[in-house]
């Protein structure tokens, strides 16, 4: 699977972004997709988690109750809205996808810039 994301850009605190990240082939639906995010000079650090029917998500305690992840399977595509965004939001975003939840990633994207001013 390949993976295209995008809807990044300058925002400032307190805005909102929605990320998506387009996926090709046809197994879209039997990846669980993540999001995560590396911000200049740290490690990339894991964002958020939706499971293959969207029935279940994860998130990282710092976005909890502000951001969201969601999928649409019949457009191949996965979505994070990013609320009461902050300065230490600023980092590129990326997304990836991997068979099972124990497995390895199968796929990531290039990423998008995301940057929130203060």
């Known amino acids: 699977v390949q993976l295209v994301e995008s809807g990044g850009g300058l925002v400032q605190a307190g805005g909102s972004l929605r990320l998506s990240c387009a996926a090709s082939?046809?197994?879209?639906?039997?990846?669980?997709m993540d999001w995560f995010r590396q911000a200049p000079g740290k490690e990339r650090e894991f964002v958020a988690r939706?499971?293959?029917?969207?029935?279940?998500?994860y998130y990282a305690d710092s976005v909890k109750g502000r951001f969201t992840i969601s999928r649409d399977n019949a457009k191949n595509t996965v979505y994070l809205q990013m609320n009461s965004l902050k300065p230490e939001d600023t980092a590129v975003y990326y997304c990836?996808?991997?068979?099972?939840?124990?497995?390895?990633?199968?796929?990531w994207g290039q990423g998008t810039q995301v940057t929130v001013s203060s």
């Open positions: 990836a996808a991997k068979g099972t939840v124990a497995g390895s990633y199968d796929s």
């Open positions: 082939g046809r197994t879209f639906s039997s990846y669980v």
């Open positions: 939706i499971t293959l029917s969207g029935g279940s998500t």
